[in-house]
Nanobody, 123 residues
């Protein structure tokens, strides 16, 4: 059973930083491209960042480009999201997801999802 588990969320002031982690079990991690999505209250889930299975390629949504960095450690079956210069509009539940389909920005292309971790940015 595939089991991604996110951690690292919390409450932070605007301008602060957080680092999210996603530990993945139940699949061959380095066979999958990975991504972070987020969902704010009352809004649809949106793409944040994606990384290729080797880690060589990355893709970011315009809303997070230059502030967030996605990375992975295939030896540890782990995905990360370093979030800097956080804004109140970054407040959301953050999900990690796995796919075979490259650096897709569409959540329908992802096969496995974690349960999410809450990030709240106060102004």
């Amino acid at each position: 059973q595939v089991h991604p588990v996110e951690s690292g969320g919390g409450l932070v002031q605007a301008g602060g930083s957080l680092r999210l982690s996603c530990a993945v079990s139940g699949l061959t991690f380095n066979n999958y491209d990975m991504a972070w999505f987020r969902q704010a209250p009352g809004k649809e889930r949106e793409f944040g960042a994606a990384i290729s299975r080797s880690g060589a390629s990355r893709r970011y949504a315009d809303s997070v480009k230059g502030r967030f960095t996605i990375s992975r450690d295939n030896a540890k079956n782990a995905l990360y999201l370093q979030m800097n210069s956080l804004k109140p509009e970054d407040t959301a539940v953050y999900y990690c997801a796995a796919t075979y389909k490259g650096l897709s920005g569409s959540d329908s292309d992802y096969d496995y999802w974690g349960q999410g971790t809450q990030v709240t940015v106060s102004s």
